[in-house]
């Protein structure tokens, strides 16, 4: 069964990665971590029923999935870099 998902486990795996960089993000802006705790574990519920349900669809279209999925984490990947150096940058000047 798991051999289905191995064509998207470098998404799996990244984009859980970048899921920590986005709430690390979001507890930097003050935002309350119960709130953010809460969506982001129903958000990867969410990809995990759309995950199970449409693997046999998208396996087909794997290769496009890993790539725009790929380029949008390393997307925003860079934002948050930019945003956390901007921030530092801008206290250190205070």
């Known amino acids: 069964m798991l ?8 998404l799996i795996v990244f984009g859980n990665i970048e899921n920590l960089i986005l709430s690390s993000q979001g507890v930097v802006a003050g935002v309350d971590p119960k709130v953010l705790g809460g969506l982001s ?5 969410i990809w995990l029923i759309l995950g199970t349900v449409l ?7 794997a290769n496009a999935i890993n790539f725009i999925g790929g380029l949008a984490i390393f997307i ?19």
């Open 41 to 45: 574990i129903i958000v990867v519920v």
């Open 55 to 61: 693997t046999d669809v998208a396996i087909q279209y």
């Open 76 to 94: 925003l990947g860079v934002q948050a870099v930019y945003g956390a150096v901007k921030n530092i940058r801008s206290k250190g000047s205070a």
């Open 3 to 10: 051999e289905q998902y191995l064509p998207f486990m470098g």
